[in-house]
């Protein structure tokens, strides 16, 4: 594994996040362009993170709960003021 | 401002799942919810307008359910400790699979690494939880989580790191490969 294979794989999480800056966002792409092992790790680890999310989003809130919400959320401001 | 409440209204879903990777409880999780839209609802007028009220609802919720943490403690809360590089790509190539022959979802569809994310989530120390859920799930950037949980962008990145590991070893584990060695990051 040669020095720019490590360096990418350092990056690799943050550029997933697309936290880089422009300049190293250039560099990690031109080598994942170039290097067909680290782009295998790029695919699996960009993946990992959206199976998270899909995971994760297959709780919606409960229709009480959401109907709590609208509720204060059409209420008169003065009523639940006092309350606090 | 007052009629400007019904802008919250639209990240319930978004609080309650995360909520419930937090508390592991649906009852729970709604009363989070609930305290913690009575609280933007008592503190409204400082929500300014044009900010990011997805990101002001959550510092809310973490900060509620931080001091209901320190009031009463969960027994069960898994303890932070030093983690070990770990990646699944690289654990899978080790054990000869051809990883490099196979798309992601095959890889992770055969091996059911899916079926347990939530539980290997929930299974994470909280403050590596916490980091996973608002970057990965919830899509905020690392400055607005270190925003949100009010520590700085260097410690939300090595929580995520070690988060996301740690994450990649419970799923490992759970289903059913060989304890988890150490390996080195990015390996090839």
């Known amino acids: ?84 | 401002m007052d009629s400007d409440f019904s802008l919250f209204e639209r990240h319930v879903d978004a609080l309650y799942r995360s909520a419930l990777r937090l508390t592991r409880k649906p009852e729970d999780a709604e009363d989070l919810v609930q305290e913690t839209y009575l609280r933007a609802y008592r503190y409204r007028n400082r929500f300014k307008p044009g900010t990011n009220e997805k990101a002001w609802l959550f510092t809310i919720m973490t900060n509620v359910f931080r001091n209901r943490l320190r009031q009463r403690p969960a027994p069960t809360e898994p303890l932070d400790q030093p983690g070990t590089d770990f990646s699944i790509y690289d654990q899978l190539r080790r054990e000869g699979m051809p990883v490099h022959l196979m798309s992601p979802e095959e890889i992770i569809v055969e091996r059911g690494f899916g079926d347990e994310v939530k539980r290997a989530l929930e299974e994470l120390p909280l403050p590596m939880r916490m980091v996973v859920v608002l970057v990965d799930v919830e899509d905020f950037s690392y400055k607005e989580v270190a925003s949100i949980l009010g520590i700085k962008i260097g410690t939300v990145m090595s929580r995520l790191h070690r988060g996301r590991q740690a994450l990649q070893k419970k799923l490992w584990e759970y289903s059913g490969r060989p304890k988890a060695r150490p390996v080195a990051v990015g390996a090839h």
């Open chain 1, 1 to 84: 594994m040669g020095d720019h294979c490590e360096q990418t794989m350092r990056k690799l999480s943050v550029y997933i996040d697309r936290e880089l800056s422009d300049a190293e966002v250039r560099s990690v792409k031109a080598h994942l362009d170039d290097c067909p092992p680290c782009e295998k790790v790029f695919d699996f680890q960009a993946e990992m993170k959206r199976l998270v999310r899909k995971e994760c989003c297959t709780d919606d809130a409960p229709a009480r709960l959401r109907d709590w919400v609208r509720q204060l959320a059409a209420e008169k401001p003065s009523a639940r003021d006092r309350e606090a």
